[in-house]
Nanobody, 122 residues
């Protein structure tokens, strides 16, 4: 079993920055595909950033503003969020897919964190 715990959410003004962290259990963390999803009110839960090995992938809505990274020695993945917009307001979830290739589909991820709220004021 893989356990994920997110932290770092909060309230920030538009144009500001926030750094999310996800602490993972597991002895083979470096082989996991890791992703950040988000879900706004009344919306689907969509992937916004994926890291597979050292390769990173982003949806167009966050490309150039958000950066996903991982520290395999600490079993941790981060999401640096810059130039935040009100439409970025959502619950952000960390997800893991052990032994999987890159995917933006929620069904590919077997393990999920509890979520952390990010609110961006106008």
């Amino acid at each position: 079993q893989v356990q994920l715990v997110e932290s770092g959410g909060g309230l920030v003004q538009a144009g500001g920055s926030l750094r999310l962290s996800c602490a993972a259990s597991g002895s083979t963390f470096s082989t996991y595909t890791m992703a950040w999803f988000r879900q706004g009110p009344g919306k689907a839960r969509d992937a916004i950033a994926v890291i597979w090995r050292t390769l990173t992938y982003y949806t167009d809505s966050v490309k150039g503003r958000f950066t996903i990274s991982r520290d395999n020695a600490k079993n941790t993945v981060h999401l640096q969020m810059n130039t935040l917009r009100p439409e970025d307001t959502a619950v952000y979830y960390c997800a893991a897919a052990p032994g999987s290739d890159v995917s933006f589909s929620s069904s590919s991820y077997a393990y999920w964190g509890q979520g952390t709220q990010v609110t961006v004021s106008s």
